[in-house]
């Protein structure tokens, strides 16, 4: 069985830039979560979907968001990058009362 | 408070049992986690254990939950220099309409010393 698949793996951008970051999840699996990590702040929660439906947020600004499609596959993005949002972002999927299977990450440095 | 926290680093020799202890917030919480990344990695799951349980053993690893304390561990018998790595315990929070995602403690390093 398939994991987390979660493209692409580093990506390099520029501040003020946007970027969109893809995650597919574990095949039958509705629901997908998805997490910053950086060295200071450690794992945050930034938003979970269910049936490309958001059903919870966390404390992030405006500037990020997703989305979930009918297959279950996620997309998030952030805009107007910051030098902070550099990142490993980790996707998560979900299947039933289960623990969560992650992704490898995608690690993004914003220059 | 409203960490999970663990200690930052714990130190074993090879050979011996480690034990990761962790503290939770939520008197809630269904199931509680435990993680470990490797450099360079994402998370990988390495056990769970349902808020109703005390104990759960999976091979070498042993978990540990005291509610009233709110208190998780994780032993790992007979430590591996392939055990090095970052471990995290994770809670889900309940609040009202469903849970919060999974709240992280700021994870413990294992080094294994020869």
């Known amino acids: 069985k398939a994991g987390v698949t979660q493209t692409p793996r580093y990506l390099i951008k520029t501040r003020g830039q946007q970027v969109t970051l893809s995650c597919s999840p574990i095949?039958?699996?509705?629901?997908v979560s998805w997490y910053q990590q950086t060295p200071g702040q450690g794992l945050q929660f930034l938003f979970e979907y269910f049936s490309e439906t958001q059903r919870n947020k966390g404390n992030f600004p405006g500037r990020f968001s997703g989305r979930q499609f009918s297959n279950s596959r996620s997309e998030m993005n952030v805009s107007t990058l910051e030098l902070g949002d550099s990142a490993l972002y980790l996707c998560?999927?979900?299947?039933?009362?289960?623990?969560?299977?992650f992704g490898s990450g995608t690690r993004l440095t914003v220059v | 408070g409203e960490d999970v926290e663990q200690s930052l680093f714990l130190s074993v020799r090879e050979g011996d049992s480690s034990v990761i202890n962790c503290t939770y917030t939520?008197?809630?919480?269904?199931?509680l986690y435990w993680y470990k990344q490797e450099p360079g990695a994402g998370l990988q799951l390495l056990t769970y254990?349902?808020?109703?349980?005390d104990m759960k053993q999976d091979q070498r690893l042993t978990v540990l939950l005291n509610k009233k304390d709110k208190h998780l561990s994780l032993r790992i018998a007979d430590t591996q220099t392939g055990d090095s790595a970052i471990y995290f315990c994770a809670e889900i929070r309940q609040k009202g309409g469903g849970a919060d995602g999974l709240t992280f403690g700021k994870g413990t390093h294992l080094i294994i010393q020869p």
């Open positions: 939520d008197s809630s919480s269904t199931y």
């Open positions: 254990i349902f808020s109703n349980m």
């Open positions: 998560a999927s979900r299947g039933g009362n289960y623990g969560y299977t």
């Open positions: 095949s039958g699996h509705r629901s």
